[in-house]
């Protein structure tokens, strides 16, 4: 079973923890998410599908990303993600931390943080492998194609995340 620490409203650990996706939290606690964007050096992002499957924003595009682990770190977690969901290994990736925003959802019991993270990374299509439960598919886009993506609304957190895309910041 996968457990989450539980934060305050100040991110501060709380020292209780919750079972994944066990939306029982109270409106002032929160979890821990990270989403990690990974460039290649040419400047195009690696984004993938969502399956079908999903019971949220099935078929939408998004970069990799997921729930800190109890006792994991945000970067711990972030390069966990990007390499179950992708097979990169971004340990020694140029780039890191960008910013950090939060959602809250009253009274469902699923409030949480989330950290970004922009690596560039020398890597073609042939070294991304894909998990089948996880994404129906990827590709390398530029920061044009996301933004269109996003105005579609097919992208996951766009209008929160947007400006990883921005390679000169």
């Given amino acids: 079973m996968e457990y989450w620490d539980i934060y305050d409203k100040d991110r501060n650990l709380t020292g209780r923890t919750m079972k994944k996706n066990d939306w029982c939290l109270k409106d002032d606690e929160y979890h821990l998410t990270v989403l990690g964007a990974v460039a290649d050096t040419k400047g195009r992002f690696l984004i993938t599908r969502r399956v079908m499957t999903k019971a949220w924003a099935p078929g ?3 970069v990799s990303g997921g729930a800190c682990m109890a006792g994991e770190t945000s970067e711990q977690a972030v390069k966990r993600e990007v390499l179950e969901e992708t097979g990169l290994d ?3 990736a140029e780039g890191g ?3 950090s925003y939060h959602r809250e959802n009253p009274g469902q019991g699923d409030n949480y943080f989330v950290d970004i993270y922009r690596f560039i990374l020398d ?5 991304v492998n894909t998990r089948p439960e996880e994404a129906d598919g990827f590709m390398l886009a530029t920061a044009d194609e996301i933004r269109k993506l996003g105005e579609e609304g097919i992208f996951l957190h766009y209008d929160s995340i947007k400006k990883v895309f921005d390679i000169n910041s």
């Fill in 60 to 62: 939408w595009w998004e």
């Fill in 90 to 92: 971004v340990s020694d």
């Fill in 123 to 127: 890597f073609t299509e042939c070294d």
């Fill in 97 to 99: 931390y960008m910013f």
